[in-house]
Nanobody, 114 residues
Framework: VQLQASGGGLVQAGGSLRLSCAASGTIVSNNDMNWYRQTPEKQRELVAAVTSRGVTTYADSAKGRFAISRDSAKNTVYLQMNSLKPEDTGVYYC?????????WGQGTEVTVSS
C-alpha cells in the first residue's frame, strides 16, 4: 500500500481533527502531496496541497481553518482541521501524481455534526 490515510471520525461543529497519510518509501519527500474531499453532492475536490518544497495552497473553504504539513522523516502528510463545519463532511483522500499517474489513498471519513 503506497498511501494509508487515517484520523477521520465523528466530531461536533467547531471541533478539530488531524488526518494522517502514511506513505511508502520516499513518496512524501519527493512529490507534491494533496488532500481531496469527496461528498455525494460534489466531485472530488482539492482541499489542500503541499509541494515538495513546502509551499502550501488551500481551497477557499479551508483557508484559515486547515493546515497541511508533512514529515519527510516519517513519510507522512497531515491535515490539521480546526473549526470544523458540517459542510466539511466527506471522505478525505491523500493523493499525489508521478509520471502522469494518479495515486490515491483509501480515504478516511469525516463527519461533522451540527
Amino acid at each position: 500500500v503506497q498511501l494509508q490515510a487515517s484520523g477521520g471520525g465523528l466530531v461536533q461543529a467547531g471541533g478539530s481533527l488531524r488526518l494522517s497519510c502514511a506513505a511508502s518509501g520516499t513518496i512524501v519527500s519527493n512529490n507534491d502531496m494533496n488532500w481531496y474531499r469527496q461528498t455525494p453532492e460534489k466531485q472530488r475536490e482539492l482541499v489542500a496541497a503541499v509541494t515538495s518544497r513546502g509551499v502550501t495552497t488551500y481551497a477557499d473553504s479551508a483557508k484559515g481553518r486547515f493546515a497541511i504539513s508533512r514529515d519527510s522523516a516519517k513519510n507522512t502528510v497531515y491535515l490539521q482541521m480546526n473549526s470544523l463545519k458540517p459542510e466539511d463532511t466527506g471522505v478525505y483522500y491523500c493523493h499525489y501524481i508521478r509520471s502522469f499517474i494518479n495515486y490515491w489513498g483509501q480515504g478516511t471519513e469525516v463527519t461533522v455534526s451540527s
